[in-house]
């Protein structure tokens, strides 16, 4: 519990000190926002009719759908880059191999981490719904809270797992974050995050509903813009709970894997 609260309590200082990142952040996603509030605007032009089709079926256009996408996908996000960053970054200054040393396992250190990440990417969930309501002035209708964040915290152990899978990729290859980016990528596209996943061709609709990232998204469009309660998406999430439950026991082998291969060459001590 003392390395738990050691570690948030470091996090909270240096977001404290780092205040001109902080406001970069919210210019960033605002300008994330603002593309795709003009593709919403001139999507006819882009992409058709068929586009606008899927995104009205839920009672939303465009730049609705991809907000509350964009919203979701935080939690990947945060933790493909914030947990990935952390053990790079503790990794260079050392202080991983004297936790390590210390009997904090690497899966407890990546859980401590997730924790955080989990936090930040409920504060920037609310940021892109509060920037979409107020800044560019879109009327999202009332939905429940509560069922809001249950799918959130049911996504959560599966999109923590790829951060883990993207950890475990980055101490195997040694250099940068090449498995995050990829996964990162394929999670989003086929996520249904950017467009709804029946507007993709073949059988790419079908491996949305396989993914966390997906059914996170498809049930967070039918709270929002359907009004759904947990009860009617009580399918949907049991899916979710079996698919976080395999992502997760890759993540875990994945990791232990890792962690050998990092001890038997002496990688958490490198910089």
């Not at 935080?74 to 933790?79: P, R």
């Not at 996504?155 to 974050?177: D, E, K, Q, Y």
């Not at 966390?212 to 998204?217: K, Q, S």
Request: with cysteine.
């Amino acid at each position: 519990m003392s390395f738990s609260r050691s570690f948030l309590h470091r996090h909270l200082r240096e977001a404290m000190a780092f205040r001109f990142s902080f406001a970069l952040d919210i210019i960033t996603t605002c300008s994330s926002l603002l593309v795709f509030f003009l593709i919403d605007r001139y999507q006819g032009i882009l992409f058709g009719p068929r586009l606008g089709e899927l995104t009205a079926r839920l009672g939303t256009s465009y730049f609705g759908y991809v907000a509350v996408g964009l919203a979701v996908s935080e939690l990947a996000n945060a933790g493909l880059d914030g947990v990935v960053n952390d053990f790079r970054r503790e990794r260079a200054q050392g202080t991983l191999a004297y936790l390590l040393g210390k009997g904090v396992s690497i899966h407890k250190w990546a859980a401590v981490s997730g924790l955080v990440h989990f936090a930040r990417s409920l504060f920037r969930f609310l940021l892109i719904l509060l920037l979409v309501i107020f800044a560019f002035r879109f009327t999202i209708p009332s939905f429940s809270a509560v069922s809001a964040f249950t799918i959130l915290l049911l996504a959560a152990p599966g999109l923590w797992a790829l951060s883990v899978i993207s950890m475990a990729g980055t101490i195997f290859f040694r250099r940068g974050n090449p498995v995050g980016f990829v996964l990162g990528l394929v999670f989003e596209i086929l996520g249904g995050v950017y467009v709804p996943p029946e507007a993709l061709p073949g059988f790419l609709p079908e491996v949305a509903r396989l993914l966390p990232m997906g059914l996170a998204v498809e049930a967070m469009q039918k709270v929002v813009y359907g009004g759904a309660g947990l009860w009617e998406l009580s399918p949907l999430l049991t899916r979710l709970c079996w698919i976080n439950g395999i992502f997760m026991a890759m993540a875990w082998v994945l990791l232990e894997m890792a962690d050998r291969f990092a001890r038997r060459r002496g990688l958490y001590c490198l910089n």
